[in-house]
């Protein structure tokens, strides 16, 4: 964790636990990042001391089922409706009207909800990988938007998002197998980027076919640490927090595309998002492959005020080019949102 003044807090909001990480002065201006699976406030390492060192006060919670945030036992509790209103709450107990909000993976769906159903608590949004009007609204909005030229319909009816399906038909193994050795499971899930990966399909798109993750194993193999993207404490982090909790509210996400996409219909203004958005795809992430297929093409139709961006990496984007991720959301903030920057101190 870089050192500048990174604190812990929490916070309750009715029967639900806050954890959360906060950096900056009290009084900046807030810009709230939201982490996805099967990740930690602390994915946004980097990023927190780097928009507190110009002044905002950032903060990043553990998501609900993950680390010191509460745990559910029941798929329910997991739907955006409730996770939403989780991100409200704790904007209340900050006693902000608005913040800026930023999203990866899972945190991303969570952070456009906030936006389509609240959009007078943000300043403005951003999201790493997953854009808008897509899996926030459930996984049958992402079927049609699939490349048929890398998944032949008959090999992967759900193209890339085929590891989705095998959690709704085989959810207790999907969870047994990523809890038979936590710290190997995470070890092999954070990993750059891979350039020759391109056009071919994603290994999410193997799952079902395999009969599970890790090629139907039982557990994770053992591979080496991609230094590039954890170091040996930070995944040690990750490990202890996962095996304490385990893997079953992390996976229940995914267990909620009906009620998820009954609540984006309730979205205001018919879903368009007039505030700032900014959406950086990943080059390498083929999952969320928003290069060449028509993955973000409903987010330039309902995004009014839209900025895209690219970074050369894989799906952990903040963890993997931090400097990088950094430099666009600043440049952003300059030129799409001048007004909430930090007024000088005098």
Not at 36 to 50: K, M, V, Y
Not at 69 to 88: C, F, P, R, T, W
Not at 293 to 309: A, D, F, G, H, V
Request: contains cysteine; negative net charge.
């Amino acid at each position: 964790m870089p050192s500048l003044h990174v604190t812990e807090h929490t916070v309750k909001t009715g029967s639900h636990t806050t954890f959360f990480l906060a950096s900056g002065p009290d009084d900046g201006p807030l810009i709230i990042f939201v982490h996805g699976w099967p990740e930690l406030s602390i994915s946004w390492r980097h990023q927190l001391p780097a928009m507190a060192g110009l002044g905002f006060r950032a903060v990043a919670p553990d998501m609900r089922g993950y680390g010191r945030s509460s745990v559910y036992d029941e798929h329910d509790q997991y739907a955006q409706e409730l996770i939403v209103g989780d991100m409200i709450g704790l904007l209340d107990a900050l006693g902000r009207e608005k913040a800026v909000w930023v999203g990866h993976d899972w945190g991303s769906p969570v952070v456009w909800n906030v936006a389509s159903h609240h959009p007078e608590r943000c300043a403005a949004v951003a999201n790493l990988c997953v854009p808008y009007y897509t899996l926030e609204r459930g996984l049958d909005a992402v079927l049609d938007l699939v490349d048929r030229n890398v998944y032949p319909e008959d090999q992967f009816p759900a193209g890339q998002w085929e590891y989705q399906l095998f959690y709704q038909e085989n959810f207790p193994r999907a969870a047994a197998v990523m809890e038979a050795n936590v710290y190997n499971t995470v070890k092999l899930l954070f990993r750059k980027g891979n350039p020759a990966a391109q056009g071919k399909p994603s290994a999410t798109s193997m799952v079902r076919n395999s009969g599970g993750g890790f090629n139907g194993a039982e557990k994770a193999p053992d591979l080496p640490r991609d230094a590039d993207v954890v170091t040996e404490e930070e995944l040690s982090a990750y490990a202890s927090a996962l095996a304490r909790n385990g893997f079953f509210g992390p996976n229940s996400y995914y267990m909620n595309h009906e009620a998820n996409s009954a609540y984006a219909a309730r979205a205001v203004n018919g879903g368009y998002l007039d505030i700032p958005v900014l959406f950086i795809a990943a080059t390498y992430d083929y999952t969320c492959e928003c290069i060449t297929s028509r993955l973000p093409e409903p987010m330039q139709i309902y995004c009014r005020n839209l900025t895209m961006k690219q970074i050369h990496s894989g799906h952990w984007m903040a963890q993997e080019k931090p400097f990088e991720v950094n430099g666009v959301l600043v440049e952003w903030l300059v030129q799409s949102v001048p007004g909430y920057w930090p007024q000088p101190r005098l």
